[in-house]
T-cell receptor, first 116, second 110 residues
Framework: NAGVMQNPRHLVRRRGQEARLRCSPM?????VYWYRQLPEEGLKFMVY????????ESGMPKERFSAEFPKEGPSILRIQQVVRGDSAAYFC??????????????FGPGTRLTVL | QQPVQSPQAVILREGEDAVINCSSS?????VHWYRQKHGEAPVFLMI?????EQKGHEKISASFNEKKQQSSLYLTASQLSYSGTYFC???????????FGQGTRLTINP
């Protein structure tokens, strides 16, 4: 049973370019969470999605960042006009659909974004 | 809102025990514990729901005191493979985002 998959694993962008990060949840999981981790720091929540719905985006910066989880295909975290401060590891986690229940979130290997 | 972990770092010799604490100022629904090795993804250890339950397997266990809004992770007879940074993630309600502590770096020396 494949785990959470993320690609690319490493991404280098120049300032002003766009970054697209992809996450495929574990089989049978319909909840996806995105977290950002700066070097030597903890994980910071960004956004929580279910298929075709954004449930909680309280951790998303107001500008340049967007996320989607379409009916078909992976979840996408999109960063427009990247700046050096966007350099970080971006982790995706997924959990099964247990409505209202506390559930284990399984993390993918992460995408390490470097902005030059 | 971020839970506070203590200690921030600990160095042990193989075979020694460790306790890592996680405290929150907010009422909690659950606490999730993860271990992360450098450059890798966080790996799930265990989840504790409100009710003061204690969970564990082999030499790693945890407790959750709902009234005190605290959780503790216990590592017994530590092994070299236990090295890494331990994070607690707290949840205010079911099926919601996790708010992580700043991490506790554990180093196990031979």
């Amino acid at each position: 049973n494949a785990g959470v998959m993320q690609n690319p694993r490493h991404l280098v962008r120049r300032r002003g370019q766009e970054a697209r990060l992809r996450c495929s949840p574990m089989k049978g999981h319909s909840h996806v969470y995105w977290y950002r981790q700066l070097p030597e720091e903890g994980l910071k929540f960004m956004v929580y999605l279910q298929k075709e719905n954004i449930i909680d985006e309280s951790g998303m910066p107001k500008e340049r960042f967007s996320a989607e989880f379409p009916k078909e295909g992976p979840s996408i975290l999109r960063i427009q006009q990247v700046v050096r401060g966007d350099s970080a590891a971006y982790f995706c986690a997924s959990s099964p659909n247990l409505a209202g229940a506390s559930d284990t979130q399984y993390f993918g290997p992460g995408t390490r974004l470097t902005v030059l | 809102q971020q839970p506070v972990q203590s200690p921030q770092a600990v160095i042990l010799r193989e075979g020694e025990d460790a306790v890592i604490n996680c405290s929150s100022s907010k009422a909690l629904y659950s606490v999730h514990w993860y271990r992360q090795k450098h450059g890798e993804a966080p790996v799930f250890l265990m989840i504790l729901l409100k009710g003061g339950e204690q969970k564990g397997h082999e030499k790693i266990s945890a407790s959750f005191n709902e009234k005190k809004q605290q959780s503790s992770l216990y590592l017994t007879a530590s092994q070299l493979s236990y090295s890494g940074t331990y994070f607690c993630g707290t949840e205010k309600g079911g099926a919601q985002k996790l708010v992580f502590g700043q991490g506790t770096r554990l180093t196990i020396n031979p």
